[in-house]
């Protein structure tokens, strides 16, 4: 007779055997000793809510959902799944207005981009980065990305019919940030792939890939969300099923492929193979020789690479590595992978600030003494928080890619 | 993605095996599904510590009483010995100081106070050969509420070695602060936080209660990431001072999986943490063509040479069903029963069937598979059968030597 | 030489706290100062005896309990821990059910902090007949019991682990109640009323005085040192041990060890108790227990010479996932912690000593009438549920006996910590502006009631956690070490639930270990440790498997491998 083959349970909390090892990778216990660390919070915790849900403990709202319980981890316990579900699920407290606000990213883009001038003079107050502080409980010390007074998906628009024109496809989910923040990025991924010969197509009524909800308890507003994403990203396919649907921003990627089964229970499997970090895809395509990339003489820079703790837990750093290591003017310096602390909306926080500041600490003095020209990376939270708290430069490796490619050469060699 | 060599498993066996083949300027990428078992360990590695029902002074002596399916026996006891001898260089330039030689076991202190053997044992800890240690009069310093290190149980352990023992307990504000946690006054997030000016106040406390004591035993906190911060702390102290491992999880394991993962890298080597292997794709000649990994889904990792460094029960290696021992990725023979009721002993203690089940090898420690080897695939460490690590005391050095020697094997090939 | 140590230990520890508390009003009592003399001397600490004690005490009888190992060591401790409504009795047996759903509904009021009110369900699966069902409904309600049949849909809905197969549902008042708790608390309550209480004491030999008993000659555990205690009575509660007690009053007591295993799973996978709604058979009833689930159990004869070395064989292993998984699926995947066994003390009725019908009810002998042997009660048969009834059978008899006008109050005076609360507690809070409890303090509560008051959480280093798995704090683990006749590890795992977790004592047994030896020596503590870690082998063992192996893997490694530690002289592992 077979049975007991496996231990199942969910988000294989069971399989925990108390090794405590990921508490040693937690970058949050040794700053902040409310927090009862990924163990506790996590697999010992469950047992105890599975009992009772009294035990739920408040100080969960702390965990950054940085997952590098997880990557730690030997014998696969989805620790961070864990804590987040115990948060969507036990944590009745009534989510702040601050807190609505951070999450519904689209909401606050789209009011704020339409006044972008002055949105974004006003947000570099200091009398309304207090007031905000003060009222909202958004840290002061923050400040918020520029808006942009046209959205990425506006400025695509005059792009979008040279796409077809290109012999392959490949759909592109931009993200709140790029759309709202930063359509530069957006717009390099473009013509990078366009000069590898690529077509990009957008999602039509894309919304916010919902990490910031999630991350803020909004999770029925998330899963409508990426009920909606997932439909919208088959429609964009449609008759390329096997194309890719890129993303710029680790988070993106790691929500719509990882956090929408495991945490939101949405079924993503008719896509979730085609969803790759544009940089990881890239550095493949180049690798089987599909792509070819011709770069510009006299570009040179040093360079390191930040490992988003996402793309840390979706496995790719190595690609994005790779990719930049392409580019024959860059020196690389390697740096440790580490939270820098900003954890998305978390670091926003006034009460989290000091917190986000400690995790980082020891990234930051690394960074500092590297020196390097730019830093790169796939997360643009990350690149606030590192351009905040050292002063270097940080960019996505496409936007690096794109500074150092001959775009010519390179649509030639691809043609 | 392609490389010259794939290795299944991150830790002690894995990353020596990747260092060793990086160095001889081979591509390697390491596959590790999470944290390795190295941080479990108590800072010391046993070669052969027990073989044949006696305990052994000389490591190497003891290789021919081990039953001839043992991988010592498979490399003979001169290789071993090679080996052995050539793994502290190695450690050596990942940043990491060991003790002791191949030739005698040395002796050590246990969390509790009682006496161990081992081949080598890291620069924190106190070693010493022979009946006596080298002090007579010695003060155990703890953190105040930190639960495990056993000041007590030590000064019983060092006081029938005739050597005279103190207490004391001391207050660091900065380790004050963790024990708002409940949970969390734990070796690594003391050692966190035990740096810069907190690692002077330390020296400073140790000192007030070091009185005229000769040496300085401290819980083995120091030192998260290199170990520097423990040679500052020695030279604030006025006398020796050694660290006494405590009860998992350990730092000074932790920092060795570090540096040597370092190392790795900096030779050039792919390390592929979190992500774990979930195929063996084989080429029609029984040969492995491709490692299918969860992260990198598709893009299968391609090599020529493929090491099974995944560890034994312990790390899931190998897998215990009700009614079946299993290798979980390429379905390899393992040396093993399949009745539960012989996997045990009622005593805990007594050597455990268990713990010898592994994958079966030839002689060139290619595992074999329905019978017949796999020619380009190797195993090393806890994973290869026939061993008892715990009782023979034969960890690491089995971890550490078949680590070397299927490198040496690939390289000579 | 261990135990000795230990009680040497224990009573400096016990004179320290003599001084400390006698003014106050607290629970602990006077153990070493014995009486010569006592009405009755209860032997066996189990549910019943404990019970039997607290009976006693409170009817004003000079009362002695005597232990050989600790309390609950026995079939107590060995059991579902399922408060039963006696629904699964109503069929085959009426008297039994009527007596269980009566003190189901007693314990609920008394002992509050032991039991938890989950509600039961009786399935029928497909391939069990579902006439039963109207049977088995008429014969729960003949007896008293609320048995409502409902849709199996909504039992899905009730409690999502049943099989989904289901072809009828029956909800009676099922619950979960801890032994070890139950029995801990018996025991504070009869010391509270003047009752001494010996644990780690065997029985030598009855004194005897021509036909009539007259107290016990003692063998303190370890120490080896005899002593007698005079008594007017005589109380066999020593459970299927009692057939060796009767036997040295020369009396012989028809007994049928039956061994019951049963398996402990990771987690609570039902929170409702889940019975097979069929005559009773083996592996059919899930219940939920504090942070677990347990399916059990199996049931076999085995030889009177057996009941001390029991292990779970894999045939057992089988029957009872191949049966449980047919009420709760999941079984088939989730995490076995340990399996374990007990042994029923089955009586046969003495007008038939083949043993063909043997009864699950009480069976209490005045051995004056049945044997003519004057002085001597055994109190037997019954289960765990009925212990209070068993108890108020046993001292009602002695109380007759000895010439006591006496009425039992046990149904209505609650346990200590299950008393209604009089207001919340704010006093003792670490953190004063934090209002609720934290987490481990109120993993204290649901383990000591409102005893748990007394657990000082007023240091930092009290709420640092000794057990992760079961939340059991440096504060809790203290005070019962002070305050619950702790004089190991496993007596600690019984009041504290400490090592009872996931991990099983692998990260913890060190620590409390270090926290025993301050009261006990470095030797004794380490020694225990070493016999501590082997028992919890023993339950770990039969389901060796998956990650409960890679969890003895990582014990192995730990204390072999690191710690360097080696059993003992001495292994308590059995105590």
């Known amino acids: 007779m077979e049975y007991q083959v496996q231990n199942i349970s969910r988000d294989n909390f069971e399989q925990c055997i108390k090794c405590t090892v990921c508490t040693v990778y937690c970058p949050l216990l040794s700053v902040n000793p409310d927090y009862p660390g990924p163990k506790q919070a996590g697999p010992d915790g469950e047992r105890y809510r599975l009992k009772n849900p009294a035990f739920y403990d408040s100080a969960l709202k702390y965990c950054l959902n940085c997952k590098r319980c997880e990557v730690a981890c030997p014998s696969g316990v989805r620790i961070g799944d864990i804590i987040q579900r115990a948060r969507i699920r036990y944590d009745r407290s009534p989510v702040k207005l601050r807190d609505r606000m951070l999450a519904n990213t689209d909401f606050m883009g789209t009011v704020a981009g339409a006044l972008a001038p002055v949105t974004n003079f006003m947000l570099r107050r200091r009398i309304v980065k207090q007031g905000l502080q003060a009222v909202l409980g958004i840290d002061s010390h923050r400040t918020f990305p520029a808006y942009s007074a046209t959205t990425f998906a506006q400025q695509f628009k005059s792009l979008a019919d040279a796409q077809k024109g290109y012999p392959r496809q490949a759909v592109y989910f931009h993200g709140c940030y790029v759309n709202y923040n930063y359509p530069a990025l957006g717009l390099d991924l473009v013509r990078v792939l366009n000069a590898a010969g690529i077509g990009v197509r957008l999602i039509k009524g894309e919304r916010c890939c919902g990490v910031a909800k999630i991350a803020n308890r909004l999770t029925d507003s998330a899963r409508a969300d990426a009920r909606h994403n997932i439909k919208a990203m088959q429609a964009a396919l449609g008759a390329d099923a096997d194309a890719p649907v890129l993303f710029t921003g680790s988070s993106c990627a790691f929500t719509m492929r990882d956090e929408y089964p495991h945490l939101l229970e949405v079924d993503n499997s008719a896509v979730r193979s085609n969803m790759m970090l544009a940089s990881a895809w890239l550095a493949r395509e180049v690798e089987r020789g599909a792509v070819k990339l011709v770069f510009k003489p006299e570009y040179t820079r040093r360079v390191t690479y930040h490992t988003s703790c996402h793309i840390q837990k979706l496995g790719w750093a190595i690609y994005s590595i790779r990719l930049l290591k392409l580019i024959p003017g860059i020196t690389f310096v390697p740096v440790e992978s580490q939270c820098c602390g900003i954890a998305g909306t978390y670091g926003f926080k006034k009460e989290n600030y000091a917190t986000s500041q400690a995790i980082g600490a020891e990234l930051f003095d690394k960074l500092r003494r590297i020196a390097p020209d730019v830093v790169a990376c796939d997360c643009e939270t990350c690149k606030w928080q590192i351009e905040m708290s050292t002063g270097i430069k940080v960019e996505n490796p496409i936007s690096i890619l794109a500074e150092a490619l001959d775009f010519e050469a390179t649509a030639a060699a691809n043609r | ?413 | 030489m261990v135990f000795l140590k230990f009680f040497e230990r224990r009573q400096l520890v016990i004179q320290i706290f003599l001084c400390n508390f006698e003014a106050q009003n607290t629970i602990m009592l006077n153990n070493t100062q014995l009486l010569k003399e006592y009405d009755v001397v209860i032997i066996g600490a189990g549910a019943t005896g404990a019970g039997t004690a607290r009976d006693c005490a409170m009817r004003g009888l000079r009362t002695l309990l005597v232990e050989r190992f600790d309390f609950t060591a026995g079939a107590t401790g060995r059991n579902h821990g399922l408060l039963h409504s006696g629904a699964r009795y109503a069929v085959t047996d009426r008297e039994s059910a009527t007596e269980c759903i009566e003190e189901n509904m007693i314990l609920r009021r008394i002992a509050r902090h032991c039991v938890e009110p989950t509600g039961g369900l009786f399935v029928t699966l497909p391939e069990d007949d579902l006439g039963y069902q109207s049977t088995f409904i008429d014969a729960c309600r003949a007896a008293g019991i609320d048995a409502r049949a409902i849709d199996p849909a909504e039992a899905l809905r009730m409690e999502p682990s049943v099989n989904p197969a289901i072809t009828g549902a029956v909800t009676v008042p099922d619950g979960a109640v801890d032994p070890f708790r139950l029995t801990t608390a018996n025991v504070v309550d009869a010391k509270l009323h003047g009752a001494d209480v010996l644990t780690y004491h065997c029985v030598e030999e009855l004194i005897k005085e021509g036909d009539r008993v007259r107290g016990v000659r003692l063998r303190r555990q370890g120490s080896q040192e005899l002593f007698d205690i005079r008594s007017r009575l005589v109380i066999n509660a020593g459970g299927i041990w009692g057939h060796g007690i009767a036997a040295m009053a020369g009396i012989n007591i028809n007994m049928f060890p039956a061994k019951g295993a049963l398996l402990i799973f990771g987690h609570r996978v039902n929170n409702v108790v889940i019975n097979r709604c069929r005559k009773p058979a083996d592996a059919d009833i899930l219940v939920p227990g504090d942070t677990i689930s347990l399916i059990g159990t199996t049931s076999s004869r085995v030889p009177y010479d057996a009941v001390d070395r029991m292990d779970v064989t894999q045939e057992e292993v089988d029957i009872l996932l191949r049966e449980g998984m047919k009420i709760a699926p999941a079984l088939a995947y989730t995490r076995i912690l340990r399996a374990y066994s007990g042994v029923r003390p089955l009586i046969a009725s003495d007008d038939d000593p083949s043993g063909r019908s043997i009864s699950r009810g009480i069976v209490c002998f005045d051995h004056a009438a049945r044997d003519s042997v004057e002085g001597m009660i055994t109190i037997s048969g019954g289960k765990l549920m009925t212990y209070r009834l068993m108890a108020e059978q046993a001292a009602d008899m002695a109380c007759r006996k000895l010439g006591v006008e006496a009425a039992c109050r046990t149904a209505e005076l609650p346990l200590p910590g299950s008393e209604e609360e009089p207001k919340p507690e704010k006093k003792r809070f670490r953190k004063s502006h934090i209002i609720e409890l934290s987490t481990n303090q109120l993993a204290a509560k649901g383990r000591h009631g409102t005893l748990s008051g007394d657990i000082d959480f007023s240091r930092d280093s009290d709420d640092a956690l000794v057990c992760e798995c079961e939340r059991v704090t440096a504060a809790e683990t203290d005070y019962a070490i002070n305050r619950l006749e702790v004089n190991n590890l496993v007596n600690l795992r019984r009041r504290t639930r400490l090592g009872m977790g996931t991990c099983q004592g692998s990260i913890c047994a060190c620590r409390a270990s270090a926290m025993l030896a301050r009261s006990f020596g470095n030797d004794v503590a380490l020694a225990d440790l070493a016999s501590f870690i082997n028992e919890r082998w023993k339950g770990m063992r039969p389901v060796g498997w998956g990650q409960t192996l890679v969890e003895a893997n990582f014990s192995a490694w730990i204390y072999q491998g690191v710690c360097g530690l080696a059993p003992g002289k001495t292994d308590t592992s059995a105590l």
């Open chain 2, 1 to 413: 993605m392609k490389f010259d060599v794939v290795i299944t498993g991150g830790g002690l066996s894995g990353l020596v095996a990747g260092t060793a083949l990086a160095k001889a300027r081979r591509k390697v990428a390491i596959i590790s599904s999470g944290q390795s078992a190295l941080h479990f360990c108590s800072g010391s590695f046993g070669l052969l510590g027990k073989a044949g029902g006696k305990t052994l002074e000389s490591p190497l002596a003891g290789i021919e009483l081990l039953p001839p399916t043992h991988p010592y026996r498979k490399m003979g006891a001169e290789a071993t010995g090679a080996y052995a001898d050539a793994a502290p260089l190695l450690f050596a330039e990942a940043g990491i100081t060991l003790k002791g030689t191949s030739r005698a076991n040395h002796r050590h202190l246990s969390p509790l106070g009682k006496l161990r053997s081992s081949w080598l044992t890291m620069g924190d800890f106190m070693t010493f050969s022979g009946e006596r240690p080298p002090m007579k009069d010695c003060v155990i310093v703890n953190f105040e509420g930190f639960l495990d290190f056993y000041p007590s149980y030590l000064a019983d352990g060092l006081g029938a070695l005739g050597v005279r023992c103190r207490t004391a307990s001391v207050k660091i504000e900065a380790v004050e602060r963790l024990r708002r946690s409940s949970g969390e006054m734990r070796a690594a997030s003391v050692a966190r936080l035990l740096r810069g000016e907190a690692l002077e106040e330390l020296a400073i406390e140790i000192n007030k209660v070091c009185g005229d004591a000769d040496t300085v035993f401290i819980p083995a906190v120091i030192g998260f990431d290199s170990e520097e911060h423990l040679q500052r702390l020695r030279r604030m102290v006025g006398v020796p001072l050694y660290c006494v491992p405590v009860t998992p999880m350990s730092v000074t394991g932790h920092r060795a999986q570090q540096l040597l993962r370092h190392r790795f890298g900096q030779l050039g080597g792919t390390y592929l943490l979190g992500d774990s292997a979930v195929a063996a794709h084989m080429n029609a000649d029984g040969s492995v063509r491709a490692i299918e990994t969860a992260s990198l889904c598709d893009d299968y990792l391609e090599a020529d040479r493929f090491i099974l460094a995944g560890g034994g029960i312990f790390s899931r290696g190998i897998v215990a069903a009700p009614h079946k021992i299993y290798e979980p990725l390429f379905g390899l023979d393992v040396q093993a029963t399949d009745d539960r009721d012989r996997w045990f002993d009622a005593d805990f203690f007594a050597r455990q069937p268990y713990m010898s089940f592994g994958v079966a090898t030839d002689a060139a420690f290619h595992p074999l598979r329905g019978g017949s080897a796999v020619e380009n695939l190797y195993a090393a460490g806890a994973v290869l059968g026939g061993a008892d690590p715990l009782t023979e005391e034969s960890g690491a050095g089995i971890a550490i030597t078949t680590a070397l020697h299927v490198a040496d094997l690939i390289i000579n090939s």
